[in-house]
């Protein structure tokens, strides 16, 4: 009985060390996660922001050139139990009215962070595609 208590006592404290893993940022800019858009790189900063806010991403660093983010599907972020999608976004100047924008997305809260869901990360590119056509 006293084995089966430190056993699930070490499994408890290896999901903690885990989760505390996942705050880690191992997304990455691609290519193949990419577009461009005919706008200097404030506009776009501007158009990102306003669909990051349509997916209700609490953003947590807002640079000229790099917004991160986290897309909570329960909890709240900084919290134990908090799970959802970190995202990040990068803005690189091509032009003085063009920009090219990465995204990448990473799952958080599951003991450690998987890479994003491809499915969130393409709909968050076709959003911003989309506002920046409708400006």
Not at 28 to 43: F, I, W
Request: glycine residues 8%; aromatic residues 12%.
């Amino acid at each position: 009985m006293k084995t089966l208590r430190h056993f699930c006592i070490f499994i408890f404290l290896v999901g903690l060390a885990f989760s505390a893993c996942s705050t880690g940022s191992s997304l990455v800019k691609s290519e193949s996660n990419s577009l461009t858009l005919e706008y200097p790189v404030r506009q776009a900063r501007e158009i990102v922001l306003g669909v990051l806010t349509v997916y209700n991403a609490q953003i947590e660093k807002a640079d000229d050139f790099l917004i991160k983010g986290f897309i909570s599907e329960r909890g709240s972020e900084g919290t134990y139990w908090a799970i959802g999608h970190r995202v990040a976004v990068w803005l690189e100047p091509l032009t003085g009215d063009r920009t090219k924008i990465y995204v990448d997305t990473g799952v958080r809260g599951r003991f450690f962070l998987l890479k994003g869901n491809p499915k969130l990360t393409t709909n968050i590119l076709y959003s911003i595609s989309n506002a920046g056509k409708r400006r």
